[in-house]
């Protein structure tokens, strides 16, 4: 794995929806746990959603939990995670992160190998 690239953020609008992407050019995904992070101004870094290697397994966090979906696509290569109903508490850098193996999704709050650069979400209010 050499790289992951976050897109997809930007500005919004209390109550809009966003889909973030994660993509890992010239690598793979596949066989990876892949999971989103953020991180809000003076705030910890924290777990916002996770999926296992197969796809079949998925983690929430609280704060999102029944507004957001997490998804992969293999044939692209890539990861989402769809927003919906959002708030200004979302506001932050969402970071994708990618670990090599097959435990379950939530294993993703320890130890990612790899960490992409991030990319702004705000929410106005």
């Known amino acids: 794995q050499s790289q992951l690239v976050e897109s997809g953020g930007g500005l919004v609008q209390t109550g809009a929806s966003l889909r973030l992407s994660c993509t890992a050019p010239g690598g793979t995904l596949d066989y990876y746990i892949v999971g989103w992070f953020r991180q809000a101004p003076g705030k910890e870094r924290e777990g916002v959603s996770c999926i296992n290697a197969s796809g079949g397994n998925t983690y929430y966090g609280d704060s999102v939990k029944g507004r957001s979906t997490i998804s992969r696509d293999s044939g692209k290569n890539a990861v989402y995670l769809e927003m919906s109903n959002l708030k200004p508490e979302d506001t932050g850098v969402y970071y994708c992160?990618?670990?090599?193996?097959?435990?379950?999704?939530?294993?993703?709050?320890?130890?990612?190998?790899?960490w992409g650069k991030g990319t702004l979400v705000t929410v106005s209010s």
């Open positions: 992160a990618a670990k090599y193996g097959s435990a379950p999704a939530r294993s993703c709050l320890n130890n990612m190998e790899y």
